[in-house]
């Protein structure tokens, strides 16, 4: 039973263009939502959150929304640069508690 | 999240040896939490301790795994009796208080075993 989804194992975009990063989850309880990227053999970095109390959370070129209806929710990122390339685990918890991840989708921005 | 320290970062066991992972959390970082990485997955949620206390072992396989965090020194995850399917990234976060959203990230350990 995966609670958080990210459907798209892969995406790739060119420099300048817009990165959008899909995210869905399945339990209505969720109320605190993260999006970490990841390089190969480091730690997840914290990027940007949304609280379910938002639908919108914006921190220079990343913005994430919030679709509560839908339990959807998408990191946008622009402009894409190459050193977006990574991995990115969209998280989601329950009242600050621990996260439950997603499986990752691994971003490539070409030159 | 430098601040998140693990060792080893890689640690290669026999199939039957145990395994002991270390963290040592951010100064002034008190909540600890254990996810693990299988290849091409995301990560899954291990345990929770604060210090001296298990939180949440919701996520810990019911044999062969065990966490602590002492009062003094680093958080513990020990794997007993190690097998093929224990090769993973374990990652340990901490965080000030009970928040986790708030956690940051080690860069993990690489458990490898033969």
């Known amino acids: 039973d995966q609670q958080v989804k990210q459907n798209s194992p892969s995406l790739s975009v060119q420099e300048g263009r817009i990165s959008i990063l899909n995210c869905d989850y399945t339990?209505?309880?969720?109320?605190?939502f993260l999006w970490y990227k990841k390089y190969p053999a480091e730690g997840p970095t914290f990027l940007i959150s949304?609280?379910?109390?938002?639908d919108k959370n914006e921190d220079g070129r990343f913005t994430v929304f919030l679709n509560k209806s839908a339990k959807h929710l998408s990191l946008h990122i622009v402009p894409s640069q190459p050193g977006d390339s990574a991995v990115y685990f969209c998280?989601?918890?329950?009242?600050?508690?621990?996260?439950?991840f997603g499986d990752g989708t691994t971003l490539t921005v070409k030159p | 999240n430098a601040g998140v320290m693990q060792n080893p970062r890689h640690l290669v066991r026999r199939r039957g040896q145990e395994a002991r992972l270390r963290c040592s959390p951010m100064k002034g970082h008190s909540h600890v939490y254990w996810y693990r990485q299988l290849p091409e997955e995301g990560l899954k949620f291990m345990v929770y301790l604060q210090k001296e206390n298990i939180i949440d072992e919701s996520g810990m396989p019911k044999e062969r795994f065990s966490a602590e965090f002492p009062k003094e020194g680093p958080s513990i995850l020990r794997i007993q009796q190690v097998v093929r399917g224990d090769s993973a990234a374990y990652f340990c976060a901490s965080s000030p208080g009970k928040r986790s959203t708030e956690a940051f990230f080690g860069q993990g350990t690489r458990l490898t075993v033969v």
């Open positions: 998280a989601a918890s329950q009242n600050a508690g621990k996260s439950t």
């Open positions: 949304i609280s379910s109390i938002k």
């Open positions: 339990n209505s309880m969720f109320d605190y």
